[in-house]
């Protein structure tokens, strides 16, 4: 089916955001609808995995994927614009340029963007890591770094997923025989806050066992062009800041159309449906579930997919079905000194189950640009696979590597 046969029929869909709930939103709805995919970026980068282009393990263009023909693939429009409004009661969608995309439903899938708790210097002096080009930025600035005779030092501020990995991959860097003396930072009690309390032990163990200096229960009050203050009166020397804490609304989706002024993310029911109107659903970070959930990509792709769905029973004046998030396991990789999988209460660690984690990323990528197309599907999850085999997973599978990762296997219980 052609995009020209899409853009011929009624009722209107726009779905805005085309990361992982968008484009699982737009691959559910059929031609039997206008679709239009508004995106202020030309491409979906693959977010768990950028915090590998640190170490050079992984490269820019491998973990993005252009929104152009990949939606042109699902049979629908896409328009790359900056939105800055979502105008409730005109049922439309308006871009900074004016233009006025009307719906009869909308997906709103525009994710978050980092929060920097209105901290002092952090804008001016903190590297931050949400997208390829910050990855890159700060690839680079570990590059310059690590030229250096002396050891750089390097703090790292929030202690979740992002900079549990972001530490993994400074560290992985010390087989080029580059050394930083690195301090994580974490506000609450310990890392990993939202995960089992064994796993941020054994990540907080890990860390130390590297001589990485983690600080938690204390908080950020100020970033210098050297330093970094925290609310206990230590001023740690920073060569390098990189800001991974907090995640906030994007700036145009903080409207009371759709909120409460104090409401932090955009209220849905079990439908997904908005507060603020039936023709409008929430997919991804942005919504604000009755029981809340970690905003993590699969969480938001499985919320796409059902939003998707609900659009087309909504329009075609069919019950809707409720979100019930998927116990899916989370992986954690912490560069090649190991890898956690956590399911529940219970997990494991072990070097070998990056693996696990690559074959995510692979298949998932691969499925996200091909989703209907089985040939497309497995030649672009065979090229991505070379590239990931050489970059990751051959350097760990020697003997030496092998052995090394079965002795540092463990499980774990909560």
Same mark, same amino acid.
Request: aromatic letters at 6%.
């Given at each position: 089916?052609?995009?020209?046969?899409?853009?011929?029929?009624?009722?209107?869909?726009?779905?805005?955001?085309?990361?992982?709930?968008?484009?699982?939103?737009?691959?559910?709805?059929?031609?039997?609808?206008?679709?239009?995919?508004?995106?202020?970026?030309?491409?979906?980068?693959?977010?768990?995995?950028?915090?590998?282009?640190?170490?050079?393990?992984?490269?820019?263009?491998?973990?993005?994927l252009p929104f152009g023909p990949a939606i042109a693939r699902y049979g629908h429009e896409f328009v790359q614009a900056r939105i800055v409004r979502i105008d409730v009661a005109g049922q439309s969608v308006v871009t900074e340029d004016d233009q006025r995309f009307h719906f009869d439903a909308c997906v709103v899938a525009a994710g978050s963007q980092g929060a920097n708790f209105g901290v002092p210097g952090v804008e001016e002096h903190a590297m931050k890591l949400r997208r390829v080009a910050d990855a890159e930025r700060i690839g680079a600035a570990l590059d310059r770094l690590g030229r250096r005779k002396r050891p750089a030092k390097v703090v790292v501020v929030g202690g979740g997923i992002t900079g549990v990995e972001t530490v993994g991959e400074i560290l992985r860097r010390r087989h080029c025989g580059e050394r930083f003396e690195v301090h994580l930072l974490e506000q609450e009690t310990r890392l990993l806050s939202q995960q089992p309390e064994r796993v941020g032990r054994d990540a907080a163990e890990r860390c130390k066992a590297f001589g990485v200096d983690v600080i938690t229960g204390v908080a950020v009050e100020s970033v210098s062009a050297r330093s970094v203050s925290l609310d206990d009166g230590r001023r740690l020397s920073s060569d390098l800041c990189i800001w991974t804490a907090g995640l906030s609304l994007p700036g145009f989706l903080r409207d009371a159309e759709l909120k409460a002024a104090d409401e932090p993310w955009l209220p849905v029911r079990d439908t997904l449906?908005? *507060? !603020?109107?039936?023709? /409008?659903?929430? %997919? #991804?970070?942005? $919504?604000?579930?009755? @029981?809340?959930?970690?905003?993590?990509?699969?969480?938001?792709?499985?919320?796409?997919?059902?939003?998707?769905?609900?659009?087309?029973?909504?329009?075609?004046?069919?019950?809707?079905?409720?979100?019930?998030?998927?116990?899916?396991?989370?992986?954690?990789?912490?560069?090649?000194?190991?890898?956690?999988?956590?399911?529940?209460?219970? *997990? !494991?660690?072990?070097? /070998?189950?990056? %693996? #696990?984690?690559? $074959?995510?990323?692979? @298949?998932?990528m691969a499925q996200l640009?091909?989703?209907?197309?089985?040939?497309?599907?497995?030649?672009?999850?065979?090229?991505?696979?070379?590239?990931?085999?050489?970059?990751?997973?051959?350097?760990?599978?020697?003997?030496?590597?092998?052995?090394?990762?079965?002795?540092?296997?463990?499980?774990?219980?909560?």
């Open positions: 089916m052609s995009s020209s046969q899409c853009r011929s029929r009624k009722p209107r869909v726009v779905i805005v955001g085309a990361n992982f709930a968008g484009l699982r939103a737009a691959a559910q709805l059929s031609c039997r609808y206008r679709v239009t995919v508004l995106d202020a970026m030309a491409e979906f980068e693959w977010t768990p995995n950028i915090h590998e282009i640190l170490s050079g393990v992984k490269r820019a263009d491998g973990v993005k449906q908005s *507060a !603020a109107s039936d023709a /409008l659903f929430v %997919a #991804g970070d942005s $919504a604000a579930l009755a @029981a809340p959930i970690a905003k993590q990509a699969y969480h938001a792709m499985d919320m796409g997919e059902l939003a998707g769905g609900n659009v087309d029973r909504f329009l075609r004046g069919r019950p809707l079905k409720d979100f019930r998030p998927s116990r899916t396991p989370t992986l954690i990789a912490f560069g090649d000194i190991t890898t956690w999988l956590v399911a529940g209460n219970a *997990a !494991a660690a072990s070097p /070998l189950l990056a %693996a #696990g984690k690559e $074959a995510v990323y692979l @298949a998932t640009d091909s989703p209907w197309r089985p040939v497309g599907y497995t030649a672009r999850l065979a090229s991505r696979a070379s590239r990931a085999t050489f970059g990751l997973l051959l350097p760990q599978l020697n003997l030496e590597s092998i052995v090394a990762g079965a002795k540092g296997s463990r499980i774990m219980l909560g």
